[in-house]
């Protein structure tokens, strides 16, 4: 007599695999996940802790901290020259010197920074980066302003700049995290708005701060207070990295237990040593150096980026030689013409939507060359402003009003914030699978050349006169006029023999549905 079997019959397999697959669907369901057709977790479309998901108040919280943080550390790397003005006497230093300490050392501390700091971020999400940085930041400005030894001013501004590059180069980031394309780009703007509207107000901050309380010293101690109160509100401020965040529910249901495979798809897995430093250093270096596209733009942005910084040495002795009676406090609030011109760059915005739309409308594939059209204003803007300010200011213009000169700078800030704006979404737009090279490279010469342009106006103003000086500076803007020619004519044709941005727009196609690659286009 044969024995009996002992397997369990077939209904009963039936229902128990029924039941751990009710039981995983709803652990899944209710992280806001589910299992894609490849088998690997994912999330669903509606879940309410993708930051895509989250409440409007929740996001406006976010972004305002965030858009916040990086205005105010913009704030202090300008301000760096009313401290240098002030502290060269107690000293005992040469001006140049005292320029490198509180100006140049922030801006190759920025430099620095800008290269790491992307990859970290995607490493260990937003979050950290925020809050170490800020807490850094904090502590830097406070020992400038403690420690009576000028060594202290050479080490806090560089670690200060260093740490500053957290929020100028993962901003963009988060707004990609939190955000879609349509809402994006008005934030967008509104943080670069905000960026060089620090800028400009930096100059200002630090000569009134000086100016009412006696000692420089208190730009730092007020700068520590602001970022340490900045750094209780990242406090608040939630994980926005989808993957980070992806990565703690996949830790939830590990330690839950009932999910048969926890397979999910992780875009920030951490490469080798060798591979990091091939992405941070060596992919960033070669676009710089082999690229037209990438020469042409980092060039152009940086030289127009850094007449902020040419002008917070230059404009307060411009001011201070009028006959108006301006003092180094006052000659300051010139700065402030700059905010209208940056306030302008929402116009562009306008155009390039009702173009982009057109286009998508006929039928036709956006281009990259389609969307700058406000770079091809503010480059003339630029060279009309300059020129304009060099040849109505002393001693060439001894009797001009001192409105005359300053409306010429509410062209000039609609250049620099135009130009930073649309040449940073143009390589992005054009580099796509490398832009984020493509943006450390520029990032780290702009840094350099910003943090150059108060040594260049130290020894340009004073030896060729403000008016042939203001004239250099407005020639290099009316070279810069013939660039968006080039790019309408030839960047298609540059990006096309370009191995980076070839390969990266066929991935891109590859990658995208449909409807995604027109939403994307639509921006």
């Known amino acids: 007599m044969s024995k009996p079997s002992m397997s369990k019959p077939a209904s009963i397999v039936s229902v128990t695999e029924t039941a751990n697959g009710d039981l995983e669907l709803e652990q899944l369901t209710d992280l806001g996940l589910q299992r894609n057709s490849d088998g690997l977790i994912c999330w669903l479309p509606d879940s309410k802790d993708h930051p895509r998901n989250w409440s409007v108040a929740r996001k406006t919280f976010d972004t305002t901290v965030i858009i916040f943080l990086e205005f105010f550390v913009t704030v202090v790397s300008t301000a760096g020259a009313a401290a240098a003005h002030a502290a060269q006497p107690e000293y005992g230093v040469d001006k140049v010197s005292s320029i490198l300490a509180f100006t140049f050392m922030y801006n190759l501390g920025q430099a620095f920074g800008g290269l790491v700091t992307p990859a970290l971020s995607e490493l260990i999400g937003r979050r950290t980066p925020y809050l170490v940085s800020c807490a850094a930041f904090s502590i830097c400005c406070l020992l400038t302003g403690i420690v009576p030894h000028i060594s202290a001013v050479w080490i806090g501004r560089f670690l200060a700049g260093f740490t500053s590059a957290v929020p100028a180069v993962v901003t963009a980031g988060s707004i990609h995290d939190m955000f879609d394309g349509g809402q994006r780009v008005w934030l967008v703007v509104v943080w670069n708005a905000g960026s060089t509207a620090g800028l400009c107000l930096g100059p200002l901050y630090g000569a009134y701060i000086l100016a009412a309380s006696g000692s420089w010293r208190w ?66 270096l070669k676009l710089l150096g082999t690229e037209p596209i990438v020469i042409m733009v980092t060039t152009i942005s940086a030289v127009s980026w850094g007449i902020i910084y040419l002008f917070t040495e230059s404009l307060p002795d411009v001011y201070m030689s009028m006959s108006a009676g301006f003092t180094r406090t006052t000659a300051a609030m010139a700065f402030l013409a700059f905010l209208p011109g940056v306030a302008l760059s929402f116009l562009p915005r306008l155009w390039d939507r009702r173009a982009v739309r057109r286009g998508l409308q006929r039928g036709e594939r956006i281009q990259p060359e389609d969307k700058i059209m406000g770079f091809a204003i503010a480059a003339p803007a630029l060279a009309v402003g300059l020129m304009w300010f060099a040849w109505t200011i002393p001693p060439a213009a001894p009797q001009v009003h001192w409105l005359v000169p300053t409306a010429a700078l509410v062209l000039v800030g609609f250049a620099v914030n135009e130009m930073a704006y649309t040449l940073s979404a143009y390589l992005t737009d054009a580099y796509l699978l490398y832009a984020a090279s493509a943006f450390c490279g520029l990032a780290f010469v702009r840094a350099l050349v910003s943090g150059v342009m108060p040594l260049v106006a130290h020894r340009m103003y004073p030896g060729l006169g403000a008016n042939i000086a203001g004239t250099v500076v407005a020639c290099f803007a009316l070279v810069f006029c013939l660039a968006p020619w080039v790019f309408f004519r030839y960047g298609r044709v540059l990006r096309e023999k370009s191995p980076f941005a070839k390969h990266s727009l066929e991935s891109h196609l590859k990658s995208q549905l449909s409807s995604q690659a027109k939403s994307e286009e639509s921006l």
């Open 219 to 284: 730009i730092f101690y007020v700068s520590a207070a602001v970022s340490a109160v900045c750094f209780a509100c990242l406090l608040g401020v939630k994980e926005s990295r989808p993957s980070q965040v992806l990565k703690r529910k996949i830790a939830v249901l590990a330690a839950r237990g009932g999910v048969a495979s926890l397979d999910w798809f992780n875009p920030d897995h951490a490469p080798d040593a060798e591979a990091l430093v091939r992405l941070v250093v060596v992919q960033p």
